[in-house]
Every structure is written in C-alpha cells, then in structure tokens.
C-alpha cells in the first residue's frame, strides 16, 4: 500500500468546510511490488471527510503495454485507468466519479508521428482522455533525480519536442508540465511560443530542497516569485496548487515521529501558494493532492484542511475556482 497508513494515522482531523464541492486534479494509480494505489486506496482517502467529486489521473507509467511498438507502449495506462474510472461511474462504489479526466503519456520527440499515439489515447478513453504529461524535471544535481520519464536536459526546447507539442492543439488537448523550479524559463518560452495551448503548471515547478540546494529556500523562493510572475503572465498558463510535499521538496515530514497537522503545513509553505494565486489569480488556480506521492509526508483528510485554511481569506467565489470550477473547465468535467 502507498503510504504508511499506520503512521499517518498518528494525526487526523476533522474536515473544514465538508460540504464544499471539490475536484482533485492530480491523482495517480499504480500497482508496484509493496505499492498499491488503486480505486480502493483512493477512495479511502477521498473518504476522509471532504466532499470530493471528482477526480483526474495524471500519467505514472503505470500499466504499459507490455507488447507491441514501443511509442504506443503507453496507451496501456490510459486503458487501464479509463477501466478504474467506468468502475467508479458504475454507481457501486459511490457518488464520486474517480478519473473523470485522464491525462497520459506520449513521447512529443515523435514530432507529427506522434498523432498515432494521441489517437490511440482517444479510442481507449473516448469521453475521459484530456491531456499529455511529458515531464521534463531536470537537474544537473546527481542528488536530484530525474523524472520518471528519463529526459534529456532542455527538452523542452528541443525541436522534435516543439514539433510534437504542436500537434497537442490540433486535438484539443492540454499539457501538464513537471518540471523543476530551475527550468521554470523553459516552460515560459513554450507558453509564449505555443499561446493556442493550455498548459497546467503542476507542483509550484518543483522547488528543490536537497542535494545542493538544502538550506537556501529564502533563495530559491525570491527568484522563483519572479519567474513565476512571468510564466502567468502568459494567459494560456494555469496553476495547481499541490505536490510541494514530496521528499525532493526538502521539507521533510516523512522523517518525523509524527505526521503534520495541517496548521504545520500551512505555516511551512503558504507563501507558495498565496504568491501563485496572486499571480495567476483564482480563476486559473486549482488545489491538487498529488496522491500518493504525497501521502509520504501528510493525510489526504489534513492536505485538503491545510488548503482550506489557505483559502480562508478569500470570497466564495474565488473559493469555488480554486476548489472546483476551474478543474471542472480546464479538464471538461461536467455533472461533478
């Protein structure tokens, strides 16, 4: 089982605000010897008091075919969640409606050929597939892994990447980028190049807390304000707002006796996220678990109070944007 349930159940709190209608858009689902997260893990946790929707699956490489062409190896993840997702919209295992939306994997160096992938994606999961994810998390660091999808550094400046992210618009598909906070310009120079696509800014651009980094956060934060800044000055870009618990972070919870509490959480890295919604505003902002990965460092029940008490100064409305509505446009999730 993902996490360490034993652990996180040291801290538990009742929900903030219940009845308050969210959509998590950031989830994974994975079957790996000693891991396990599937409908039934997730729901346990979307169980723990909050009014959870909805949500949508982020590619993992989890579940790839395991024959045929190489480039069409991960359609099998699509096909294997959008199998979890009609189970959930059965109606057997409750209101909510788990993979809603689900954004995969291509490999975007394919240039044009990479229609026959996105293709494939949509006849697995005709009413559900939303998006690509090729993460770019880079860095020069051998303390800092890469992410799972091995990339080249600069890759997303690459011609053959540009080529294949060109064809994301043709099918109306958006693109959730992974990064590290380095790379943040990277990303700036493809949203400006690239304006008819949508693009999900995920985990903050994954500010960076070990190896080399470790003990400069007051550093990292003030030049990470200033591209931030000018990544949402492009209007094709959006945020969410999660996934800064992870061990590359440097925060680390997961060493503790004891889990965080959500006032922990808050008064550790609020300024994240007050800084993003400054800057990209409510409307183009959406509080994200990024589950299981997270659950190393804190419960789903504490994550979704901490972002609720993050939120507390701001209008219903803008509340609604950042719990909700914004998911609910961005990944086209109706009826949640």
């Keep these: 089982m993902a996490g360490n349930p034993e652990w996180l159940a040291k801290v538990t709190e009742a929900a903030i605000e219940p009845a308050l209608p969210i959509i998590d858009p950031h989830h994974h689902l994975w079957v790996h010897p000693g ?3 599937e409908l039934e893990e997730l729901l346990e946790d979307t169980g723990q008091g909050h009014n959870i929707r909805a949500t949508v ?25 959008n199998g979890i997702a009609a189970k959930s919209a059965s109606g057997g295992f409750g209101e909510m409606r788990a993979c809603a939306g689900i954004v995969g994997f291509a490999d975007l160096r394919l240039g044009s050929a990479v229609d026959e992938v996105l293709e494939a994606h949509f006849a697995a999961a005709p009413a559900r597939f939303r ?15 890469p992410s799972h999808t091995n990339p080249p550094e600069g890759l997303l400046g690459l011609k ?36 008819e696509t949508t693009i999900i800014f995920d985990h903050f651009g994954g500010p960076i807390g070990i190896g080399p980094y470790e003990g400069k956060r007051g550093e990292i934060f003030a030049q990470w304000k200033k591209d931030v800044a000018n990544l949402a000055s492009c209007p094709n870009v959006l945020a969410k ?6 061990a590359v972070n440097g925060y680390g919870w997961h060493k503790r006796e004891l889990p965080p509490t959500s006032d922990e959480l808050v008064s ?20 994200e678990s990024n589950f299981p990965v997270d659950k190393l460092s804190c419960s789903y ?25 914004t998911a609910a446009r961005v990944y086209r999730i109706a009826a949640a």
């Design 241 to 246: 707002l999660g996934g800064i618990n992870m």
């Design 301 to 325: 029940g504490v994550l979704w109070n901490a972002f609720k008490k993050i939120a507390s100064g701001f209008t219903a409305g803008e509340k609604k944007h950042l719990f909700h509505d």
């Design 57 to 81: 699956f982020v590619e993992c490489k989890a579940m790839y075919r395991a024959d045929g062409p190489e480039h069409l190896k991960p359609v099998g993840e699509t096909e294997y969640v």
């Design 160 to 195: 053959d990447f540009r080529e294949g992210f060109k064809r994301l618009a043709e099918y109306n598909l958006s693109f959730d980028a992974w990064l590290y906070h380095r790379q943040i310009p990277e990303l700036t120079s493809l949203a400006r190049a690239n304006p």
């Design 268 to 287: 550790a890295t609020r300024d994240w996220y007050l800084h993003s919604i400054d800057v990209f505003g409510p409307e183009r902002c959406m509080f």
């Design 35 to 37: 891991s396990r997260y």
């Design 131 to 145: 998006g690509i994810r090729h993460a770019s998390a880079f860095d020069a660091s051998p303390e800092v892994r």
